[in-house]
């Protein structure tokens, strides 16, 4: 079985900073594509920030110059940097990996369960 488990979410003032965690374990043969997505309240979950494999890197216009994503293949562990936060980041954040688990020819997408960071004075 794969698990990925978030950590890192909290309560936060304007203008803060927070870093997400986000580890896999399990039966793990592989990790391609890792990522973060979020889910405002009232909101559908919208694609963050991902990083392939070979590390290139891709944000959402809202988070640009402000947040910045990372991996540690090593560690099967992905981050998310998060500066200058606003209350519009108020958000579950959640951890989204395409892993091909051992003796799977096929990589699956998995997710995590979430973690909530709130941005308010």
């Known amino acids: 079985q794969v698990q990925l488990v978030e950590s890192g979410g909290d309560l936060v003032q304007p203008g803060g900073s927070l870093r997400l965690s986000c580890a896999a374990s399990g039966t793990i043969s592989s990790i391609n594509n890792m990522a973060w997505y979020r889910q405002a309240p009232g909101k559908g979950r919208e694609l963050v920030a991902i990083?392939?494999?070979?590390?290139?890197?891709n944000y959402a216009d809202s988070v640009k110059g402000r947040f910045t994503i990372s991996r540690d293949n090593a560690k099967k562990t992905v981050y998310l940097q998060m500066n200058s936060l606003k209350p519009e980041d108020t958000a579950v954040y959640y951890c989204?990996?395409?892993?091909?688990?051992?003796?799977?020819?096929?990589?699956?997408?998995?997710w995590g369960k979430g973690t909530q960071t709130t941005v308010s004075s």
């Open positions: 989204n990996m395409n892993i091909a688990a051992i003796g799977d020819l096929n990589y699956r997408e998995y």
């Open positions: 990083i392939t494999k070979s590390g290139y890197t």
